[in-house]
Every structure is written in C-alpha cells, then in structure tokens.
C-alpha cells in the first residue's frame, strides 16, 4: 500500500524536488502552501505523514505541530527549518514532532526521516492496539468463575490491583496462576506499562541472573555488547517470576536486595540503577516449608508473599467445570473457525469423575481437541481425550 505525505510549503522552487523526490520513492504526494489549509484537509483526508516547513504564511510550522498533535495525535510530523532556526525544530519535537530536516538535506537522508517517521508511529498503533486486547481480555471481571473459593480469590485480587505491594500466587500447575497474574496487572494502576514475564523453571540456572539484571559491555568474554535486563525493561510496569521458587540459591540474596530497594546492579557494573517495578510471583511449591528446610530464603519468601494467594486446584472447583467448558468451547471453535457450540450434556458425567492433574490447563486443551475432530456442532465424545 503507497503511503500518503502532506507536504505543507509555499516555496515552489524548493517544493517541487522535494514532491518528485518522494513520488520516486513511491509515496502518494498532497500539497498545502498554509498551516491553515493543511488542518482543513486533515478533517476530511487521512495521510501517513506531514512534512512542514517551519516558515509558512500565517499559522507557522511549530505551531502547526502543536495543533496537529493536539487534534491528530497519532499523525508523525517532520519539520523542515533552515540553519538559524534549529531551535525552533528542536522545540517542535518537543511538541510532539517525529523528527526534523535542517535545509538544504540530501534526498537520502528525507527518505530516511520520512520512513522511520512512519514505521515508528506504525510500531507504536501496533502496541497500542495489542494494549487494548490485553486489557479488555486480562480484567478481574472476566474471570470464569463461580467457585466460592475463586470469588474469593478474585475479591483480593480486585483490593491490591492499584496497589505497588508484590504478590505470590501459590498452586497446582495448570491452575491459572499466570492469567490471574495479568488480570492483576491490566486492572491495577500500572496497566498502561510495560508486562514482564520470566519462566524460572524453563532456562538454566547460569543464565537466570543476566536475565533479570541485564549485564554492562564486555561483562563476558566474546560478548562486547551490554544488555538491559528484565527488571530494566519491566520499569514503571510489573515483572513477573513464574516458579520463583526454581531461583538458584546464589541469586536469592540479590532478587530480595533489587525487590527491596528497587535498585538494579547489572553484571560488571559498579553503578546500582533505580527501578520502579511491581513483581508478582509464581509457584507450585510450599515455598514457606521450603525456607524452613533450607532450600529458599525466608526474607524473600516474606517479601514475595506480603499478599499470597492460594489458588485452588480444579477438583476443588466443582462448580466451575461447565462455565470452564462452555468457554473453551467458544474459544476453540473459534480458534479453528468451526461451527461447534456445546457438549452433550451426558458427557458433563464423566468430565466431573475425573480428576484433572493439569488442572485448568488440561481441561482447555481436552475441550480443543474435542472440538478439532467433533463432526457436529455438538461435541458428543470426550473421555478418549482424557488421559
């Protein structure tokens, strides 16, 4: 698709190089010789980019990037200026412009300023747009449940979400830890900033500590380049540890220290570096009878667990399975595009006897294999699928 740049100048001689220049380039071209018409144009036409000179006629290039970013803020502007009037570029980014060309500039360097211009303002609707599904689907409220013991659960949830306290959600695999993790994050007060999650359990133990903390250049032999760890990257948002209670030993000391004074010390660095990151936790054991027998910090088990909540295992859930089935039912058909839409009813039976080892987990993927070779819009047979 050819994107589509305003160009806003009344200088024919330099506008006229600069339109071919972009129309070789493949972009579709409008022109405005005003501030004034290129904010009525703007009302009726969508572009991908405004290119403006700084001097126009009436309202000037600074103050068409202020009224452009007021009415159309998702809109990159780049701003043309001559020599003496760097300062007034640099304070148009300072507005919200996305870059700015000091005349006379090479062709090269226009479409380059003009393209990431575009790309940027791309990257950030494609984030903001993955933001908004993540926090209509990740909600307190949208939780299958009505289990007495989950309500609770939910209600508690619902209390700290706004809160910056940590959180340690203790249960079986497969119960749901890591979801109720997210509805914690987009329901609470830093659901616009970033959601961070590490697996403890699924990477080696040499390599947890530069994951979290990051490491400064040259910090390890054949590696010459630094990197920002998850703590680093998680600032102003939350960082999730799943199965924290996988940390080797050796780190423990440093997690409790980064959690309590918010401070990151990447490796090599002698410099601390201040962070502002809400973690919450994972983990399928007794983390308190694993600090008792030795194999885990009893500091950090009380930091992690200023709010720790016990999710109850499936089996425990009884009222829950037919909202659990009904739902992955929709999820599923829809996934696979087919036109299944219940179970029969003598199938709940068998569904409710068995014990559920997976948890949650399990019953999803037996629901979606059921409804991948279900030849009706009814699923009629489940119990093969049950291990």
């Given amino acids: 698709m050819r994107r589509r740049v305003l160009i806003v100048d009344d200088d024919e001689i330099f506008l006229r190089p600069l339109q071919r220049s972009l129309e070789v380039a493949g972009y579709d071209i409008i022109v405005r010789a005003s501030g004034e018409d290129?904010?009525?144009?703007?009302?009726?036409?969508?572009?991908?980019?405004?290119?403006?000179?700084?001097r126009l006629p009436g309202m000037d290039g600074v103050e068409l990037v202020r009224r452009v970013k007021v009415e159309h803020p998702d809109l990159p502007v780049v701003i043309m200026t001559a020599h003496g009037t760097v300062e007034s570029a640099v304070e148009s980014v300072r507005l919200g412009a996305a870059d700015y060309l000091v005349k006379p500039f090479e062709v090269s360097e226009?479409?380059?300023?003009?393209?990431?211009?575009?790309?940027?303002?791309?990257?950030?609707?494609?984030?903001?747009?993955?933001?908004?599904?993540?926090?209509?689907?990740?909600?307190?409220?949208?939780?299958?449940?009505?289990?007495?013991?989950?309500?609770?659960?939910?209600?508690?949830?619902?209390?700290?979400?706004?809160?910056?306290?940590?959180?340690?959600?203790?249960?079986?695999?497969?119960?749901?830890k890591k979801l109720l993790a997210h509805c914690v994050h987009f329901s609470g007060a830093?659901?616009?900033?970033?959601?961070?999650?590490?697996?403890?359990?699924?990477?080696?133990?040499?390599?947890?500590?530069?994951?979290?903390?990051?490491?400064?250049?040259?910090?390890?032999?054949?590696?010459?380049?630094?990197?920002?760890?998850?703590?680093?990257?998680?600032?102003g948002g939350t960082l999730l540890l799943e199965e924290v209670g996988d940390i080797p030993q050796d780190l423990q000391s440093k997690l409790l220290e980064t959690i309590e004074d918010k401070r990151v010390m990447p490796i090599g660095s002698d410099r601390a570096v201040d962070v502002d990151v809400r973690v919450i936790a994972t983990t399928n054991k007794d983390l308190r009878l694993e600090a008792e027998k030795g194999r885990f910090r009893s500091d950090l088990f009380e930091q992690l667990s200023a709010t720790l909540i016990a999710v109850p295992p499936l089996r425990e859930r009884p009222d829950d399975l037919p909202l659990l089935v009904r739902?992955?039912?929709?999820?599923?058909?829809?996934?696979?595009?087919?036109?299944?839409?219940?179970?029969?009813?003598?199938?709940?039976?068998?569904?409710?006897?068995?014990?559920?080892?997976?948890?949650?987990?399990?019953?999803?993927?037996?629901?979606?294999?059921?409804?991948?070779v279900s030849k009706t819009d009814t699923i009629t047979d489940v119990e093969r699928f049950l291990a």
């Avoid at 595009?337 to 997976?358: D, F, H, N, Q």
């Fill in 190 to 235: 830093r659901r616009d900033k970033p959601f961070v999650a590490l697996n403890c359990a699924a990477i080696p133990a040499e390599v947890v500590e530069s994951e979290l903390f990051g490491f400064r250049k040259r910090a390890f032999t054949n590696v010459s380049d630094g990197r920002r760890g998850l703590f680093h990257l998680a600032n």
């Fill in 327 to 372: 739902h992955f039912v929709e999820i599923s058909a829809r996934r696979s595009k087919t036109s299944v839409s219940a179970i029969i009813p003598e199938a709940m039976p068998a569904l409710r006897r068995y014990p559920w080892p997976g948890n949650v987990r399990e019953l999803e993927n037996v629901i979606e294999r059921a409804v991948l």
């Fill in 110 to 176: 226009l479409l380059i300023i003009v393209a990431r211009a575009i790309e940027v303002e791309e990257l950030r609707s494609a984030s903001r747009a993955a933001l908004r599904r993540n926090q209509e689907r990740f909600t307190l409220t949208s939780v299958v449940t009505q289990s007495p013991a989950m309500l609770e659960v939910v209600e508690r949830l619902r209390s700290a979400a706004d809160l910056d306290t940590t959180i340690l959600f203790r249960g079986e695999r497969g119960v749901g």
């Fill in 38 to 54: 290129a904010m009525e144009l703007l009302k009726h036409e969508d572009v991908d980019c405004v290119l403006t000179d700084r």
